[in-house]
């Protein structure tokens, strides 16, 4: 019996690994947004990871976590199949589900990744312009300091 209340806990572990793929995916549609957009800043690009980062480390967890499960189950499993069908039915569709989020989920960080390479190559050239004209203002200006100086008029001869 003990074996029926871990297949339940796999299952759950399934469902909620759906729900944080379900989030993740949401999140990468914001990243996308957020490299798309001109105005937006650093700090929620940021956010951004940082939320995702925190749903990478729930699911990381629960994988481990299923597997140790696994590890505690696998022989009643395989021994007593018909008992579990039903479960094992679920676990299967769920896992189907889950490899179809990863893979979009990949699909679009590959996405953000070009976005955001794209965008931060635009940021790099910007600011390369930015030194570029301040360097060219600086110099002018020096120029123009140098040529307002006026040599004195009169030598003193008296030294």
């Known amino acids: 019996m003990a074996e029926l209340n871990y ?3 796999m299952r759950e572990s399934l469902e909620k690994k759906i729900r944080i793929l379900e989030e ?3 999140l990468n549609r914001e990243q996308n ?3 798309q957009d001109d105005n937006a800043t650093p700090d929620q690009f940021d956010d951004n990871i940082d939320k995702k980062q925190k749903l990478i480390d729930q699911l990381t967890g629960l994988d481990n976590g299923f597997q140790q499960m696994y590890n505690r189950v696998r022989e009643a499993l ?3 199949r018909a008992a579990y ?7 299967q569709m769920y896992i189907r589900e889950i490899t179809d989020l990863s893979a979009t989920i990949q699909a679009q960080e590959k ?9 931060f190559s635009n940021i790099r050239s910007k600011a390369k312009e930015v030194r570029k004209s301040q360097k060219a203002v600086n110099t002018y200006y020096k120029t ?3 040529r307002n100086y006026v040599d004195p008029q009169f030598y003193d001869s008296k030294k």
Do not use: G, Y
């Open 7 to 9: 297949v339940q806990m």
């Open 24 to 26: 993740i995916r949401l």
């Open 33 to 35: 947004q957020i490299l």
């Open 78 to 80: 395989h021994t007593n």
């Open 85 to 91: 069908a039903d479960e094992i039915r679920k676990m």
């Open 111 to 119: 996405r953000n990744k070009q976005l955001a390479e794209t965008k």
């Open 144 to 146: 123009m300091m140098d």
